[in-house]
T-cell receptor, first 113, second 112 residues
Framework: GENVEQHPSTLSVQEGDSAVIKCTYS??????FPWYKQELGKRPQLIID?????GEKKDQRIAVTLNKTAKHFSLHITETQPEDSAVYFC????????????FGTGTSLTVIP | EPEVTQTPSHQVTQMGQEVILRCVPI?????FYWYRQILGQKVEFLVS????????KSEIFDDQFSVERPDGSNFTLKIRSTKLEDSAMYFC??????????FGPGTRLTVL
């Protein structure tokens, strides 16, 4: 099955700086890559996603890039704010296999005011 | 905006007891999922369900687990004889057809 690796496991940035989280996947058939934000004790919330026919997608301060050849994708958060502090999970999904998500191990982001 | 709901929010049980975790997916969604998250670890896939049957399951989803959609709205996960290591947060998720999965708030299961 698919194997998703995520780095770093923890990340601390100063408010206003950028944060970058990277994921790699193993199965070239994966074609959908969502990013979820999970605050303590709460459900994972989708923040952005990208499909394999697109190289980059941006939504205000959040962007995701995808390199299909290298099988990696990254989350970029610019102008970080304290409320961005959370655990971020990347995931990959292979079509026609029940669409289940294979999650990365998570990155705990702390934005220092 | 419609949301996936789950009950109970917290379930405490004795080892060896059966538990049923309940989910109400978003009404026009067709695929349903259960995931597990042990404290401090990643979210792990358990099972997917489509057209009233299991479409995929992971190696975690052994014979002590079962899922059911007993009516048009509920989607349940049953653990027949709970073990200490079943203690985790269990998330239900649903999608309409493909791509974006919407997660419920989770049920925290504590096995004593």
């Amino acid at each position: 099955g698919e194997n998703v690796e995520q780095h770093p496991s923890t990340l601390s940035v100063q408010e206003g700086d950028s944060a970058v989280i990277k994921c790699t996947y193993s199965d070239s058939a994966s074609n959908y890559f969502p990013w979820y934000k999970q605050e303590l004790g709460k459900r994972p919330q989708l923040i952005i996603d990208i499909r394999s026919n697109v190289g980059e997608k941006k939504d205000q301060r959040i962007a995701v890039t995808l390199n299909k050849t290298a099988k990696h994708f990254s989350l970029h958060i610019t102008e970080t704010q304290p409320e961005d502090s959370a655990v971020y999970f990347c995931a990959a999904s292979i079509p026609n296999t029940g669409n289940q998500f294979y999650f990365g191990t998570g990155t705990s982001l702390t934005v220092i005011p | 905006e419609p949301e996936v709901t789950q009950t109970p929010s917290h379930q405490v049980t004795q080892m060896g007891q059966e538990v049923i975790l309940r989910c109400v997916p978003i009404s026009n969604h067709l695929y349903f999922y259960w995931y597990r998250q042990i404290l401090g670890q990643k979210v792990e896939f358990l099972v997917s369900f489509y057209n009233n049957e299991i479409s995929e399951k992971s190696e975690i989803f052994d014979d002590q687990f079962s899922v059911e959609r007993p009516d048009g709205s509920n989607f349940t996960l049953k653990i027949r004889s709970t073990k200490l290591e079943d203690s985790a947060m269990y998330f239900c998720a649903s999608i309409q057809l493909t791509d974006t999965q919407y997660f419920g708030p989770g049920t925290r299961l504590t096995v004593l």
